[in-house]
T-cell receptor, first 114, second 114 residues
Framework: EAQVTQNPRYLITVTGKKLTVTCSQNMNHEYMSWYRQDPGLGLRQIYYSMNVEVTDKGDVPEGYKVSRKEKRNFPLILESPSPNQTSLYFC?????????????FGEGSRLTVL | GENVEQHPSTLSVQEGDSAVIKCTYSDSASNYFPWYKQELGKGPQLIIDIRSNVGEKKDQRIAVTLNKTAKHFSLHITETQPEDSAVYFCAASVGGTSYGKLTFGQGTILTVHP
């Protein structure tokens, strides 16, 4: 089944404790992206990647890191989480954004930072 | 950068009525406008999209219109059904070198009452 898989789905952590949210897609998509969803603010793009070893900042990259060493994986790293990073996170992928195309989203990872 | 404003934030209709959600965008270079539907506990899913060389697009009960001059686009759902209840997001994307960035609106919670 074609899908985008995120882990963990739910996580409660404490300020400053490094964490990684993994994202994997099995559709051989070039493009991958991370979004955070907050009430009243919609979906805001954190980072995106056009292809392996190519990443770029979205609209809210502060406090996050990403890497794209393999085509299928695009982990989101919070080196020192803070309470304002409490949010619902979505990973998404697309065959290619060159002509823009459908984004396939994972089911989300709800993160709480105490 | 691109800014997308979406209205209304909540919309309540009776089954069988029509629903209209409107979005405005700021960057006149934007050329791709998708709409996503997010059901409870799920990631968003593409329901319809339109490109800047088209004024209107229909898919069964769903239609999207685009007014490039006024920089706004709208989602129209006719003969609404309870299963249309969800959060709807509009988005805008600029082509060229910025085609990796997809900016979303704030979302509209649509409730269809039986």
């Amino acid at each position: 089944e074609a899908q985008v898989t995120q882990n963990p789905r739910y996580l409660i952590t404490v300020t400053g404790k490094k964490l990684t949210v993994t994202c994997s897609q099995n559709m051989n998509h070039e493009y991958m992206s991370w979004y955070r969803q907050d009430p009243g603010l919609g979906l805001r793009q954190i980072y995106y990647s056009m292809n392996v070893e190519v990443t770029d900042k979205g609209d809210v990259p502060e406090g996050y890191k990403v890497s794209r060493k393999e085509k299928r994986n695009f982990p989101l790293i919070l080196e020192s989480p803070s309470p304002n990073q409490t949010s619902l996170y979505f990973c998404a992928s697309s065959l290619s954004m060159r002509n823009t195309g459908e984004l396939f989203f994972g089911e989300g990872s709800r993160l709480t930072v105490l | 950068g691109e800014n997308v404003e979406q209205h209304p934030s909540t919309l309540s209709v009776q089954e069988g009525d029509s629903a209209v959600i409107k979005c405005t965008y700021s960057d006149s270079a934007s050329n791709y406008f998708p709409w996503y539907k997010q059901e409870l506990g799920k990631g968003p899913q593409l329901i319809i999209d339109i490109r800047s060389n088209v004024g209107e697009k229909k898919d069964q009960r769903i239609a999207v219109t685009l007014n490039k001059t006024a920089k706004h686009f709208s989602l129209h759902i006719t003969e609404t059904q309870p299963e249309d209840s969800a959060v709807y997001f509009c988005a805008a994307s600029v082509g060229g070198t910025s085609y990796g960035k997809l900016t979303f609106g704030q979302g509209t919670i649509l409730t269809v009452h039986p």
